[in-house]
């Protein structure tokens, strides 16, 4: 029974590793909620320009997204989502990850705002 804790053990810290390191993302229940306005994303770890361009392209492929106007100095980035589309927040996830960041808060924008 000692290998079968180890070996938990040693699986548990690695994903911790993984998840830290950037290599995996953790899915919440919030990743299911589909966003049909526009909305602001909060990403951890942006810090230079040439980061903000990257983030933009993958932020503008995720289906439904037509714009990202993203503000270096705070990490929140503005996107503009087209009239019908839905756009979850896993999807917003995925597109944050493979930019290399961490998407740590999605808002939905009123029309005011």
């Known amino acids: 029974m000692k290998g079968v804790d180890s070996l938990s053990c040693s699986s548990l810290l690695l994903g911790l590793l993984l998840l830290v390191m ?3 993302t953790l899915q919440t229940d919030d990743d299911d909620r589909v966003i049909s306005g526009d909305a602001e994303i909060v ?3 942006l810090s230079c320009p040439l980061c903000a361009s990257n983030l933009d392209e993958q932020i503008k492929r995720v289906d439904g997204v037509t714009a990202a106007d993203i503000d270096l100095d705070t990490g929140h980035v503005a996107i503009t989502v087209a009239p019908d589309a839905h756009v ?7 597109a ?6 961490t ?6 924008r009123s029309a005011a705002e």
């Open 96 to 101: 944050v990850a493979d930019a290399g960041f």
């Open 88 to 94: 979850t927040v896993s999807a917003l996830r995925r």
């Open 103 to 108: 998407l740590q808060a999605v808002r939905e």
């Open 43 to 45: 990403v951890y770890g």
């Open 22 to 24: 950037g290599c995996a």
